[in-house]
């Protein structure tokens, strides 16, 4: 019978890691060499660029290759990919919560909603006089979105 799906080859689509640092290094050096050619690098030139990023972890020295081969016009000197590898930041370490002084600051103030209400009431408001808004017709306006909410935001109570 035959089968609805075609039969898939073993080790095709699978990502196979290098073993080791250095062989990770010379893996990103030959796709250097494809993108910007230049001459063959000797095995003293490979090992002096182990030696150059020897104490930096394999995902910044891939990040760091990665980076220059999309962004740059000619083969990579060692203090370029070192400078790419040192702005490197482990997912695992970058923060999306805010800091401290940020989550002092929530709740005590308007939100996007709220900014959008007064937008939209002072833009109406502009419309209908023909002219800039005063300061006192402003208050107006937040004296009513304060009515509105229910409450004032702490810096205006």
């Known amino acids: 019978m035959p089968r609805s799906a075609p039969h898939r080859r ?4 699978e990502i196979i890691t290098p073993l080791s640092k250095r062989e990770l290094i010379e893996d990103c050096l030959k796709v250097q060499l494809e993108t910007f050619p230049q001459k063959e690098l ?3 030139e490979i090992e002096r660029w182990e030696m150059d990023l020897a ?4 995902a910044a020295i891939k990040f760091a290759f990665e980076e220059h081969r999309r962004l ?11 400078d790419l590898c040192e702005t490197w930041v482990s997912p695992a370490a970058y923060k ?12 005590r103030g ?3 909603a709220d900014v959008l ?3 939209y009431r002072l833009e109406a408001l502009r419309a209908t006089l023909g002219r800039s808004v005063s300061a006192g017709e402003i208050n107006g306006l937040l004296d009513d979105l304060d ?9 205006r109570g």
Not at 96 to 107: F, K, L, M, S
Request: glycine share 14%; proline share 10%.
């Open 10 to 13: 073993k080790g095709r689509g």
């Open 42 to 44: 000797t095995p003293g």
């Open 55 to 58: 104490h930096y972890s394999e």
């Open 72 to 82: 740059a016009m000619f083969f990579p000197v060692p203090g370029q990919i070192i």
């Open 96 to 107: 999306w919560a805010c800091d401290q002084e940020c989550r002092d600051r929530h709740g």
């Open 110 to 112: 308007y939100g996007e």
């Open 117 to 119: 209400y007064l937008w």
């Open 147 to 155: 009515v509105k909410r229910g409450n004032p935001p702490a810096w």
